[in-house]
């Protein structure tokens, strides 16, 4: 059954839609559709909101209106699904959208589950229509859908957007710190904050920028921003661009990584910067540029996700006497917040009980091959499943690309080829991505390997300096425990990148066996089910039915 009528956008048709069964008195969403912009929305009065549009001087370039409805919607079920084709169609980027993200929110209703399969159904209507071009599955997957500024948020990330709103718009002066563990979604408040305050009319004259101090993540970025009306690559920063000009207001993303001058490989250029800001050449750093250099300051911060000597430290983070807001919502892994919270106790021997997560896969592998064949099966289903591992390599093959760097039970394997997206690469499937790579980013599901500069001895989580290569990571570190604290804080971040699940290989045999104390070890299946599965995950090109 069809779910959407479609009539000429022109004054002259106006009539055709009031005649329309759902034209008048019945809860739609709309798509008004022209040759490279549409708008999505909700009304319970199609004809006369079709009207009132045709006045709206950048609504006269869309030339078709696409009505979508059905005997059984009601106005939260339209909320829902206007939310949902807003999120889905700036992914698809077939068009750029002239919404604004405005009051884009996540809510509960009755059987929302059934509409949101409804939702799928509508999608294929709008793909055979060419109003869309891409699948839900391979747009789910997307840097445009996860960072996507039309997100919806939930109810406390959008009461932490407004907060800041108002007092950017009553002070002079302010700074703010949004606190959260890995998953809550830092990033894309941060994401959305900058396109509210470019719509919103007390605020859309000020010069905003987003600071990514992540050379990946900041790369796409800047994709996202330059696929969305309003929004320029531009103003996605990293720290050494935000003294080029004056700020009203910078917000910084991972703020957690923004550096200081210890163990840093652009020392001079680092130097150079804090004499033209008038900084002690020593003390100064990144977070003291991004102060001069803006009015209001918003930080997305997480000390438990500093990896290295060089990110900035707590104290000064706490000297700043900023707005503190928490958000503590797990919007990532569907193990929730107990997850997150099991994974920091394992690490760090406050765990007594064990947990299980009905919604999420968990498993210790003691084969590396199996533990990969599950990853690129995983892969075939869902996409975007990767292997990482911490820093207890040397990175071989970054001067010899035939070179092999990590060796474990027979089998080799290289480091991440690229540092700019490798998530995303042509090789990542057989690679293994570092903590600089993976940071900020999503997975489906992550295959961890603990390496031997983590282990269990007499009763306590040890770290081994010499075994642990990353350069930068371990220089200047005279303190065994903050070099713990770092190297635990990596294995922290790369056992929360997983949605669905996570998987490890631990390579210290008493670390394994610790850890088996508090999670499943992985059984292998026989071959002919394994068979079975790789046949069911097998994703046809030509559908966006997933099916197990």
Not at 496 to 522: H, N, Q, S, W
Request: aromatic share 12%; charged share 30%.
């Amino acid at each position: 059954m069809g779910l959407i009528k479609t009539f000429e956008y022109h004054r002259d048709d106006f009539e055709k839609i009031g005649c329309y069964k759902y034209g008048k008195n019945w809860p739609v969403v709309y798509v008004l559709e022209g040759q490279k912009e549409a708008y999505v929305g909700e009304t319970i009065n199609a004809y006369k909101r079709s009207q009132q549009h045709y006045k709206v001087e950048e609504r006269k370039n869309l030339d078709q209106i696409h009505i979508i409805s059905d005997n059984d919607f009601n106005k939260s079920v339209a909320l829902d699904i206007e939310s949902m084709l807003i999120q889905y169609m700036a992914a698809d980027n077939k068009y750029k959208l002239q919404n604004s993200n405005v009051g884009l929110t996540n809510h509960n209703y009755y059987d929302r589950e059934f509409y949101q399969a409804k939702f799928e159904k509508i999608w294929e209507q709008l793909r055979r229509k060419n109003v869309v071009v891409k699948g839900i599955f391979e747009l789910r997957n997307s840097d445009l859908f996860k960072y996507s500024p039309y997100k919806a948020l939930n109810s406390e990330q959008l009461a932490v957007v407004e907060a800041i709103k108002e007092s950017i718009i009553e002070e002079t002066e302010s700074k703010h710190i949004i606190q959260g563990e890995p998953g809550t979604g830092k990033t894309i408040v941060a994401v959305y904050l900058v396109k509210y305050l470019t719509e919103c009319e007390q605020t859309k004259h000020l010069n905003i920028g987003l600071v990514v101090p992540m050379t990946s993540l900041r790369g796409t970025l800047k994709k996202v921003f330059k696929s969305v009306k309003g929004l320029k690559s531009s103003m996605i920063l990293s720290p050494f661009e935000v003294t080029k000009e004056k700020y009203d207001v910078l917000i910084v993303d991972e703020a957690h990584r923004l550096n200081r001058r210890v163990n840093i490989s652009n020392m001079g250029q680092f130097d150079k910067m804090n004499r033209s800001l008038g900084l002690d050449i020593k003390e100064g750093d990144q977070l003291d540029w991004i102060r001069q250099a803006s009015k209001h300051i918003v930080l997305c911060y997480d000390p438990n996700q500093s990896v290295r000597p060089s990110d900035i430290l707590s104290h000064k983070i706490d000297k700043l006497n900023a707005l503190k807001y928490s958000i503590k919502s797990q919007m990532r892994v569907l193990g929730g917040e107990d997850y997150i919270e099991y994974i920091h106790n394992i690490l760090h021997r406050q765990q007594v009980e064990v947990k299980r997560f009905d919604k999420y896969e968990f498993y210790l592998f003691e084969s590396i091959v199996e533990m990969e064949n599950q990853v690129k099966i995983k892969q075939l289903k869902y996409g975007l499943c990767r292997m990482v591992a911490g820093y207890a390599w040397p990175w071989e093959s970054k001067k010899d690309k035939n070179a092999y760097d990590i060796k474990i039970q027979g089998q080799s394997y290289r480091w991440n080829s690229t540092n700019k997206d490798w998530v995303n690469s042509s090789k990542a499937l057989e690679e293994i991505g570092c903590i600089h790579t993976i940071q900020g980013y999503d997975l489906n599901y992550v295959g961890v390997i603990i390496g031997d500069e983590i282990a269990y001895r007499n009763g306590q989580v040890e770290i081994y300096a010499e075994k642990y290569f990353d350069k930068y990571g371990k220089q200047t570190v005279d303190n065994v425990e903050i070099l713990k604290a770092y190297i635990l804080n990596i294995y922290k971040t790369l056992l929360t990148r997983g949605i669905r699940g996570t998987y490890m290989y631990i390579c210290d045999d008493a670390l394994r066996e610790y850890f088996k104390r508090f999670t499943p070890v992985y059984r292998s299946k026989d071959i002919n089910y394994l068979a079975e599965e790789q046949r069911i995950a097998y994703v046809s090109e030509d559908t966006d039915h997933y099916e197990v």
